[in-house]
């Protein structure tokens, strides 16, 4: 086994991470998504985007066998289904050494062994949670009633709205300081706008929810960042959100729609837009940036 950086001009090693990726697409869409966008960095490079990525791949006889990535916003994004043999571990110790890891995010089983061959393991957490992974094929979407609602893109008049919007879920979710996620927030509206893939949903005149794909491919879309306000929550106002959000991407030609779910009211959401269980994901952040130690050197 070799663990080796990917480089963007290696068109055959893309092409076969790209598909180990997609053996686990529920699992793999923040990757795969960085790689399509075009923000896999080469090595050595700085990464001056959020979600730009670094990323190596471990060959063996039969091919890939494991993928991490590592985006600008310190979080890892692994691949790696089966055991992290020795001089795997020393490897992956060695290409993230000196690297600041703010967390992981990935398949659960994946995500906790790659958290314990780099020795993070017990490096305190500001959020340790196991989300169950779902998807559909948008053929099979069962719509709910929608009469009366209608999705609207985020304008720039709805731009401090769905900041706050935001604030509120980064301090519910991922309990972060109120300072950090106002932060955070203008950051994440900033991106959807330009990216156009979020979607305020409107009741009337009144802004009830809001929607969003935080990771496309051709084809398919991962939904995210999905949040109801306290003034109307409970009345499935998320759930018709994310129905029209996914009626306006099937008609536009996706095909697939995965997501992992924070909550047993989201888990029944999705459920009832005719999601099927695909897996566990894992969502790590730890208390400040961790930092691996190089193999042979005390931390």
């Known amino acids: 086994m070799r663990l080796v950086a990917l480089d963007p001009s290696d068109a055959p090693r893309l092409a ?26 080469r090595p050595g490079a700085p990464l001056t985007h959020p979600y730009a990525l670094h990323a190596w791949v471990a060959e063996g006889e039969r091919g890939i066998a494991g993928f991490i990535g590592a985006n600008g ?63 559909l094929d948008l053929d099979a979407l069962a719509m709910p009633d929608t009469a009366g609602l209608a999705l609207r893109p985020i304008e720039g008049g709805d731009a401090g709205l769905v900041e706050a919007w935001r604030t509120d879920y980064l301090r519910e979710l991922q309990h972060l300081g109120t300072a950090e996620a106002e932060r955070r927030a203008a950051r994440d ?14 009741r009337g005149t009144v802004p009830a929810a809001l929607t969003g794909f935080n990771a496309t491919l051709p084809g398919v879309v991962q939904v ?8 109307t929550r409970n009345r499935g106002l998320g759930r018709r959100a994310v129905a029209l959000h996914l009626a306006e ?38 208390q400040a940036r961790a930092k691996v130690a190089r193999p042979g050197v005390s931390p």
């Open 249 to 286: 991407a099937h008609a536009a030609g996706t095909r697939k729609a995965v997501l992992f779910a924070a909550g047993l009211a989201a888990e029944r959401a999705y459920r009832a837009l005719g999601f099927w269980r695909a897996g566990d994901m894992a969502v790590i952040e730890f």
């Open 73 to 135: 916003d310190g979080m890892l994004l692994p691949r790696w289904p089966g055991p992290i043999a020795p001089e795997a571990r020393q490897a992956l110790g060695s290409a993230l050494a000196g690297v600041p890891i703010a967390g992981l995010v990935g398949p659960a089983a994946d995500a906790s062994a790659i958290v314990a061959a780099l020795g993070l393991d017990r490096t305190p957490r500001r959020t340790s949670q196991v989300e169950p992974g779902y998807a």
């Open 189 to 202: 509206v900033a991106t959807w706008r330009a990216a156009g893939t979020h979607r305020i949903l409107w």
């Open 16 to 41: 076969a991470t790209r598909a180990f990726l997609a053996e686990d697409l529920a699992g793999a869409m923040f990757p795969l998504a960085a790689i399509h966008a075009g923000r896999l960095v």
């Open 224 to 231: 995210g960042a999905v949040f109801v306000p306290r003034p």
